[in-house]
């Protein structure tokens, strides 16, 4: 089976975003996701945004790896969620990690306050 | 509202959680849960597997893990099991969603967050262990 994470690089103004395609990041993609992240958080990009417009379902070891990749690089102050449905914002929610990652609505409006 | 019943075995791979996962949501959506609740429903089922398999079984694939979905008198109650290395009783009853701080970012938790969440998003959280079966059963009043 192919657990590889598709994730795609864009930029709005001078803001990297980094779009994942996948729709579902759970413990048998996190291993690929944190893989697939080690690119940008190796980069030393002051901020990027990260578009989960496209995920459907996160679990705790998914949101694992995502803590792990930016603790890795760039702080994960610096990083900011696009488009994250409710079931997704929820688990950011419920595991209190809403107040280590600012969640924002839509890339453009991500972008807009990192480049601000 | 009538009773209903799903059973659900999987081998113990972490790529197979995928397809429980989406069954139970599609299930809680059939008998008229909200696409949120059938989410949350379907995280804590996905939360307690994946315990199952790295934990109880520690990522050996030649296990099983079941679940039931039972739906009677407004009460969505689930229950998975396993025959692997039982839970330690203390596990469950100290888990909880870490506490940290924000802006300490070398010390944000990675791990550990999953039966913290499932005992949030449920009701009641109980595990017995009895003839080499684990069993954790999940009561959520619908």
């Not at chain 1, 975003?17 to 080690?38: G, M, T, Y």
């Not at chain 1, 030393?44 to 803590?67: N, Q």
């Not at chain 2, 996962?21 to 089922?45: K, N, P, Q, T």
């Amino acid at each position: 089976m192919n657990t590889g994470m598709d994730i795609v690089e864009d930029r709005i103004g001078s803001v990297v975003v980094v779009r994942v395609k996948s729709s579902r990041i759970d413990a048998a993609a996190a291993p690929a996701f944190r893989l697939a992240l080690a690119p940008f958080v190796k980069r030393g990009l002051p901020h990027f945004v990260l578009d989960l417009s496209a995920v459907g379902f996160i679990d705790s070891t998914g949101l694992g790896a995502l803590v792990s990749s930016l603790k890795a690089g760039t702080t994960p102050a610096g990083v900011a969620i696009a488009g994250a449905k409710d079931s997704v914002a929820a688990l950011f929610k419920l595991t209190r990690m809403d107040k280590v990652f600012r969640l924002f609505p839509s890339d453009s409006a991500a972008a807009s306050a990192l480049a601000g | 509202m009538d009773e209903r019943r799903l059973q659900l075995t999987i081998e113990s791979r972490l790529t197979n959680v995928a397809l429980l996962g989406g069954a139970i949501r599609s299930s809680c959506l059939a008998v008229g849960m909200d696409e949120s609740a059938a989410g949350e429903v379907e995280l804590a089922v996905v939360e307690v597997v994946n315990n199952c398999i790295e934990h109880a079984y520690r990522k050996t694939d030649d296990g099983q893990v079941s679940v039931s979905l039972e739906i009677s008198d407004h009460t969505l109650r689930i229950k998975v099991s396993d025959r692997g290395r039982a839970m330690p009783p203390e596990v469950l009853a100290t888990a909880t969603v870490p506490t940290f701080d924000p802006g300490d970012t070398a010390h944000l938790p990675e791990g550990g967050m999953g039966l913290g969440i499932v005992k949030q998003l449920m009701q009641d959280v109980h595990y017995e262990s009895t003839g080499g079966t684990n069993v954790l059963t999940m009561v959520r009043r619908l």
